[in-house]
């Protein structure tokens, strides 16, 4: 294996190994809540998984890394982006339901922990796997490798509520290659990983509130 891709390769099989016993095995048998698990599930991945996805990129030189937290930047694209995230899930609420309403599970909590889920998963995928793969004069292939690795990290919650069979057939799947690709093109136009943040934490919230 070419050594750029042996700490990012190794960094991910054992972040599936470790959530995906976490999942399937430990949260089950905790018998939590569903909100409660929620919240136990989103505090562990930014104790678990941001440390160590912070620290490799110390060691990872690429062009991105310095500007990684940049704030001064145009938001204006990712402000009408996350916009337009708001509306699909408007419309899809009212052409499902024929009404819109927030769903009685949606919580205030559901907010900060949106903003966490953002936050670890795009320091992880987008801020450590993507910049240390990624090559700017060919970067598709880091790009949609990328994007497995972040559809394959939904398996085991999708294998423990037992929806996994289904979303494949009905090519549910695709939704999260989208937003992987959404969400890298906010991190590789802006060169910072906050938009990516924004994005993921705004469908976060509107699948909470409209969807549930």
């Known amino acids: ?18 959530w995906g016993i976490y999942e399937m ?40 890394v310095k500007q990684l937290f940049q704030w001064r930047i145009n938001w204006w694209p990712y402000l009408g982006a996350a916009a337009l995230l708001v509306v699909y899930h408007v419309v899809s609420c009212f052409v499902r339901t024929h009404t819109l309403a927030i769903v009685p599970e949606f919580y205030p909590e559901t907010i900060p922990l949106s903003l966490m ?5 795009e320091v992880v995928f ?25 559809l394959l990290i939904h398996f085991p ?14 090519l549910v799947f695709m939704q999260i290659v989208m937003l992987s690709l959404l969400f890298t093109w906010g991190f590789w136009k802006s060169r910072s990983i906050l938009p990516a943040v924004l994005l993921h934490t705004v469908w976060d919230i509107a699948v909470f509130a409209l969807v549930g």
């Not at 949260?27 to 440390?51: H, N, Q, T, Y």
């Not at 450590?128 to 690795?149: F, H, Q, R, V």
């Not at 919650?157 to 009905?170: D, F, H, K, N, Q």
């Open 126 to 150: 987008r801020g450590y796997l993507l910049n240390a793969t990624i090559d700017e004069k060919s970067p598709w292939k880091a790009i949609l490798i990328n994007a497995a690795m972040f």
């Open 157 to 170: 919650i999708w294998i423990r509520t037992g929806v996994l069979a289904m979303y494949l057939l009905r």
């Open 1 to 18: 294996m070419n050594r750029r891709y042996r700490a990012p390769a190794l960094f991910y099989a054992g972040l599936f190994l470790v």
């Open 117 to 121: 889920v953002g936050f670890s998963e």
């Open 25 to 64: 095995a430990v949260l089950p048998a905790l018998g939590l809540s569903d909100r409660v698990s929620f919240a136990v599930s989103e505090c562990i991945k930014c104790a678990v998984w941001v440390p160590p996805a912070l620290l490799l990129l110390r060691r990872t030189p690429e062009p991105f």
